[in-house]
């Protein structure tokens, strides 16, 4: 074995402590021990189990740019435009139908048409999960993350317009939201081809989980 590789191993496998001893000199270990662990991805947390400054600002943009996201389509535009560049590009707006169901409307647009002029498979595959976690976000709000997990879509003919989303959660989301915990969602969805006969060109089941920010936040903690 060469004298590098030995060092290497050597430095691996000696503790953070005496590595700071070693290189303090005249300073205390204890001194330079927070520093060593911030190098090695620590979170720097005050006394207490308080979460640092940057944290806490971190968390109040995340809640107010979610908040933000679902108040208009304007609004998740621009939020697309950051955060989901696809959506941004494809231009897949929503409807709301009542107090508990949307739709999202996808656009017969150049970036979602494929060679032959009908609207792309990949388009309708992708736009299916940004449809459905849109909607369960919008249902469950800012409080929660949402994470597709399971996503089956059957093309049943080509799409040569704009094409619509219906979804229907088969869970009652007020009911999985009472609880207070993480759970799992699952969407039927049914896209339809904009015209006179609203023909039906796909099927999606899509299962997403949903879990309440508070428990990310516990769990880093």
């Known amino acids: 074995m060469s004298r590098t590789s030995a060092d290497a191993i050597a430095f691996e496998t000696t503790d953070v402590t005496e590595v700071t001893k070693e290189a303090s000199g005249d300073l205390a270990a204890e001194s330079l021990a927070p520093i060593a662990g911030s190098l090695l991805g620590e979170r720097l947390r ?51 139908v009542d107090d508990d169901n949307y739709i999202a409307v996808l656009p017969f647009r150049r970036f979602n048409r494929n060679w032959y002029s009908a609207m792309g498979g990949a388009a309708l595959l992708a736009n299916a999960e940004v449809a459905g976690g849109s909607c369960l976000f919008r249902a469950c709000g800012a409080g929660y993350t949402v994470v597709c997990k399971h996503l089956d879509y059957r093309f049943l003919r080509p799409c040569l317009d704009t094409a619509i989303y219906h979804m229907k959660p088969r869970e009652d989301i007020k009911e999985q939201l009472a609880h207070g915990k993480e759970f799992n969602l699952t969407l039927d969805m049914e896209v339809v081809q904009q015209g006179e006969h609203n023909r039906r060109v796909g099927r999606c089941v899509a299962t997403f989980h949903v879990t309440p920010k508070s428990h990310v936040r516990a769990k880093g903690r």
Do not use: K, M
Not at 53 to 66: A, E, G, K, N, T
Not at 87 to 92: L, N, P, T, V
């Open 46 to 96: 005050r006394p207490g189990g308080e979460l640092s400054l940057y944290h806490r600002i971190y968390d109040w943009l995340d809640v107010h740019i979610s908040r933000l996201s679902v108040r208009s389509n304007f609004w998740h535009r621009v939020c697309s435009f950051f955060f989901l560049p696809l959506s941004y590009a494809s231009g897949i707006t929503f409807r709301r």
